[in-house]
């Protein structure tokens, strides 16, 4: 393992920041005369709005304004990023998803009527004034139902069906007839649980207006700052881009929920504008838990056929995928291609028929959250294995390694869209069962048995297509939006680099890795290089960060870059050594010349180019300062395999994880530490999701889990050790650094582990259990157990 | 918040004086009071502080006795108290290090959460709450969930707690909040045993009478294997069914049995 550079585990830079209460996040921005906001929001999941009286709000000490859904009737509502296309061809149903309520109000939390005033207290004082008329509906909660008729969220629509997504809808009748034709199959219904973000920072928005030169600046917690600065100008506020700047400063983490463009956002930047004064709106923990989109929330019906050897025939799965009560930016895709396209897997299924139902209900819209889609495609195939393994009486690693594609078939393209181009599931597999001794089980679990509980092993592997993505391929798809990444790379006059990346670190810890790519280039060390990221206004466009892209797409962007830096370098160390360009070598910061002891170095070539004294000013220009836009030419495919040891008190239900550990083929791997800790991050989230988180509705839609009191998130202490490897290596073969990316990996791959070891437990203790939904918490084990 | 004023009375005279006064409330350790004042689900005109009264403040342990002023923290407790080891164990798996370094015992009691610990310990150990007025045992203490019989305006000063020859705690924690699910307290005084349930019922905290009666019988975890509990009383929620928290009671019981 190399001690600097590519493959170093160099400590994060970022963390001197941050742990010395040095970040600089959006809410520790303030801005000169700047007034709150305060949101009034529904109470109720859905009602008509016949009437609001601000009269004696307005008149409230220390008001500046009070704006409702009238001052907003001539805005765009929110864009949604991603048309998707349903089995008959049609354009899904899409309503408008208004800043504040227009009429409506379609969940707990949409917002009726925002205050300014002087104080964030005032402004809450006066939004208690505020009194609206009120009519209330009755909540549309049951996504099948929902879809059979009744109560409609979008009148103007006459359905509550988004779309009736079927994928690949040509191979449906064969799918249907290997499934009536088999040997066995295997069927299980279950459900992704509505999860809440909960990223540790709440959202923040701040709008500022310079009246005299028109400009805007918006200031957010975002994962992309041009995203929503394009979203937020082009189809909100009409305002242009040259006069809108979008800053995303540091960010404390994201998980996907602050990828979408938000009401607040437009909210704060108009009103700014409309009252001559800066406006801050932060929410708080309650707000965050009704307004952030969340995630997951399907209900879903998996078929595995299997012939008498345990080779798998066919899959066919049926999903009711909520999309809450509008549709957030990328919520369509996230049920649709993020997790239709996955549901071969690692194996070698020949025929398999998604059908995903997307449904508007009254509750928080619903959109990406780390794994997006993956995850959810992941647990029903992962979950259905399992199931199929116990129902024929095969072992669960054996009948995974059957149908696990080979080393020696890649590229590999699925009956699911996609081309896998590398991989080697069977070396994964191998790695875990030896880094999980796999072999001690036996006598762990008798151990357990001594103290009265029941162990159990869950295995499972997973794929996910990341490194987001080529932009035709998902323009074709129904994207609004490219999906390249930008970088500029900034070669300051003595030499250091200032690299402005479109990417966005929100936890992802850039600023360590992406200098260690471009030291390896150069030979020079990484404190020579800063990373600048967040700010529309001095950054080039780029697309953000979310789905595992950063390294693959970003970090490939600055490698096409830094090539160009080198190859004009090159020229102007030929020029001062007199030799040809093709003769030059770079190597350890230094420029020779090819069989000669002649050399340069890096900083007086550089300061060369900003001091052209001897410089070849006709050929070539001084500076050196180079973008690169990458668009990836296929998704990447990190792949691993899990396994998570339980132990169930079958007297409470109580699971305690007593060991995890995690093989994962990222491809190369920039800094093993921060990798560690991404799949760490993610497996904590998962275990989250697979025991304790879930949003919890009732059937009036009050979010009854809205609260930390009630909301289950995972602490360090119901966490075990995990043991993470990521030694199994196949280089992603169409990107420069030959990366795969780990962002996601961990939350994707670790449900089915816990869910498996769970019911591995209780079966080989003597409880006839075939599924038990999440969050497995300790209520549901101890009601499956006594039936 | 809504706007408040903040008294901080350096004497228990002062404190009872300025509580007196209509619309005002005490202030300890600020674990419940803050985040229902942050809320705006409380509106007191004025907020009187006690954490700087030092009469309400210490421990000391007498002749069987454990006496807490009100204003000790549950980290306080935790650390000192040595004679009765599963109260100062109950204190130290109270929320987190920060809650227990603000909140009280006075604090707890008196707000007599339906899922706190303290008055487990205080139902189970019959306490003596002591107050600016009169001393109330504990069996006439707890009313319900939130109800406690202490008037307007009057102060918890101190509680006593005699010590038990054993007793043990047993705490299964709610998932999220990590207040009890369901907590059960058993305390053995030469034959008379005393079993303490919280988090389980709609009517707060109380005692489970046949584990008690089985107990002084035979105290042994067995004595409990066939008595039921009426799932009827229980609290029923997102974390738990009736009869899963009337297991939850059985299964505690016995834990904190054998463990004592
Ligand atoms: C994150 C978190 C986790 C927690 N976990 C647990 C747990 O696991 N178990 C548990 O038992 N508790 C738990 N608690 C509650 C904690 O124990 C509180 O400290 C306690 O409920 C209130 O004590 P306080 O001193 O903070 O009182 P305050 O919040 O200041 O006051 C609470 C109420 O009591 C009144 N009051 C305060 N002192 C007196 C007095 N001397 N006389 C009369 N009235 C008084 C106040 O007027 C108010 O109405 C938790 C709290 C938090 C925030």
């Known amino acids: 393992m190399s001690d600097k550079g590519i493959g170093a585990s160099s400590k994060r830079r970022e963390d001197v920041r941050f742990l010395s209460g040095n970040g600089k996040y959006t809410d520790d921005i303030n801005v000169r005369g700047q007034k709150y906001v305060h949101f009034l929001r529904s109470d109720v999941a859905h009602g008509k709005i016949n009437g609001i009286d601000t009269g004696e709000a307005a008149s409230m000490p220390g008001v500046a304004g009070i704006f409702t859904g009238a001052d907003f009737a001539e805005v765009g509502g929110l864009p949604c990023g991603w048309q998707v296309t349903d089995r008959f061809g049609e354009a899904m149903k899409e309503p408008a998803h208004p800043v504040l309520a227009q009429g409506k109000v379609r969940h707990v939390g949409d917002p009726i009527a925002a205050v300014v005033a002087d104080s964030l207290e005032q402004a809450r004082d006066a939004a208690e004034a505020i009194d609206v008329d009120m009519e209330e509906l009755p909540a549309v909660m049951d996504m099948k139902s929902a879809v059979a008729g009744g109560t409609l969220v979008h009148d103007e629509l006459e359905t509550n069906l988004c779309y009736d997504w079927g994928f690949v809808e040509e191979n449906k009748d064969a799918v249907d007839e290997a499934i009536k034709n088999a040997h066995h199959v295997t069927t299980l219904e279950l459900v992704n649980n509505r999860l809440v973000p909960n990223a540790m920072e709440p959202r923040v928005a701040i709008g500022d207006y310079d009246a005299s030169n028109d400009e805007s600046t918006l200031y957010t917690t975002s994962q992309n700052p041009h995203v929503i600065r394009l979203l937020m100008g082009a189809f909100v506020l009409q305002i242009p881009e040259h006069k809108l700047r979008v800053v995303a400063p540091d960010v404390g983490g994201g998980f996907g929920s602050k990828i979408f463009h938000y009401a607040e956002e437009a909210f704060c930047t108009l009103a700014a504008r409309k009252l001559k004064v800066p406006v801050k709106w932060t929410a708080s923990r309650s707000e965050a838990f009704i307004s952030d989109a969340h995630g997951r929330d399907h209900v879903t019906k998996i078929e595995l056929a299997l012939d008498e050897k345990g080779m798998f025939q066919a899959v066919r799965t049926d999903t009711y995928a909520n999309m809450g009560a509008y549709l957030s930016t990328f919520s369509t895709s996230v049920p649709t291609w993020l997790h239709g396209t996955l549901m071969a897997g690692n194996y070698k299924t020949p025929l398999i028929y998604v059908n995903v139902k997307a449904v508007f209900t009254n509750t928080v819209p619903v959109d990406a959250y780390r794994g997006a889609g993956r995850p959810e495609a992941t647990f029903q195939l992962e979950r259905v294995i399992d199931k199929a393994a116990r129902e024929l009486g095969m072992d669960p690693i054996e009948i995974r390694r059957k149908n696990f594609i080979q080393k020696e078939e890649f590229p590999y393209a699925t009956p699911v869209a996609l081309e896998y181009d590398t991989g080697d599931y069977v070396a994964t597999m191998d790695k875990l069962q030896e880094i999980a001794d796999l072999d001690g089980f036996e006598a762990r679990a008798s151990e357990s048995r001594q103290k009265g509980l029941l162990r159990g092993l869950g295995i499972n592997c997973y794929i996910e297509a990341c490194g987001i993505a080529p932009s035709n391929l998902v323009g074709m798809l129904g994207a609004r939006a490219g999906l390249y990444e930008s970088a500029t790379v900034r070669v300051n006059a003595t030499g250091s680099i200032t690299v402005m990346t479109g990417c966005h670190s929100h936890g992802q810890s850039h600023e360590t890795t992406f200098p260690q790519v471009i030291a390896d280039m150069i030979g020079i060390s990484e404190d020579q290089v800063h990373i600048q990221h967040g700010d529309t206004s001095n950054t080039p466009m780029g697309m953000g960060t979310y789905g595992s892209r950063s390294i693959a797409v970003g970090g490939a962007a600055m490698v096409r870059a830094t090539e160009k830096i080198i190859a004009k370098a090159k020229k102007i160390a030929a020029h001062l050594m007199e030799a040809s360009a093709e003769d030059i070598e770079l190597k350890d910061g230094s420029f020779s010349v090819v069989g000669t002891d002649k050399s340069v170095g890096w900083g007086d070539v550089c300061l060369t180019a900003y001091v052209p004294h001897n410089y070849p000013l006709d050929q070539l220009e001084p500076g050196l300062e180079e973008t690169a836009f990458y668009d990836p030419a296929n998704f990447t495919y990190p792949a691993g395999a899990y396994a998570c040891e339980v132990e169930v008190d079958p007297e409470t239900g109580k699971v305690d994880i007593c060991s995890f550990a995690a093989t994962d083929d990222f491809g190369n791997v920039i800094n093993p530490m921060v990798v560690d800790g991404q799949v760490h991050g993610g497996i904590a989230q998962g275990v989250g999701q697979a025991l304790r988180e879930h949003a919890v509705y009732n059937e009036d839609g009050q979010l009854v889990s809205g609260t930390f009191m009630d909301y289950s998130m995972p602490r360090a202490d119901d966490l075990p050790s995990f043991v993470v490897d990521h030694s199994c290596q196949t280089p992603c073969t169409h990107n420069p650094l030959g990366v795969k990316g780990c962002g996601e990996a961990g939350a994707i791959g670790s449900p089915p582990a816990v869910v498996n070891a769970v019911l591995d437990a209780l079966n080989k203790g003597g409880y006839n259990v075939s599924h038990i939904d999440m969050p497995l918490s300790p209520s549901r084990v101890w009601s499956a157990i006594n039936g | ?260």
């Open chain 2, 1 to 260: 918040m809504y706007d408040f004023a903040l008294q901080r009375p350096q004497s228990l005279n002062e404190a009872i004086e300025a509580l007196s006064v209509e619309g005002a409330q005490a202030l300890a350790g600020g674990q419940t009071m803050i985040p229902t004042l942050k809320n705006r689900l409380a509106s007191p005109d004025v907020l009187v502080s006690i954490g700087g009264i030092s009469e309400l403040q210490g421990v000391s342990e007498t002749d069987g006795t454990v006496s807490i002023k009100a204003g000790t923290t549950h980290g306080v407790v935790a650390a000192t108290v040595e004679s009765y080891p599963a109260l100062a164990s109950l204190a130290g798996n109270i929320g987190d290090p920060a809650v227990r370094n603000r909140g009280t015992i006075g604090g707890s009691l008196a707000n007599n959460d339906p899922s706190a610990c303290y008055p487990a310990a205080a139902l189970a150990s019959n306490a003596s709450i002591t107050t600016n007025k009169r001393t109330i045992s504990a069996s006439d203490f707890f009313m319900g969930l939130f109800e406690t019989s202490l008037d307007e305006g009057e102060l918890i000063t101190q509680v006593d707690f005699p010590v038990p020859d054993a007793a043990n705690y047993q705490k299964f924690d709610q998932p999220a909040s990590r207040f009890a699910l369901v907590g059960v307290f058993v305390a053995k005084y030469g034959n008379d045993v005393r079993v303490a349930v919280t988090g389980a019922s709609e009517d707060g905290v109380f005692r489970w009478s046949e584990a008690e009666s089985a107990l002084a019988g035979n105290f042994s975890s067995s004595a409990i294997d066939g008595l039921e509990v009426d799932p009827e009383s229980m609290i029923e929620d997102i974390h738990g069914s009736r009869s899963y928290r009337a297991n939850l009671v059985k299964v505690m019981t016995k834990r904190a049995v054998a463990a004592c």
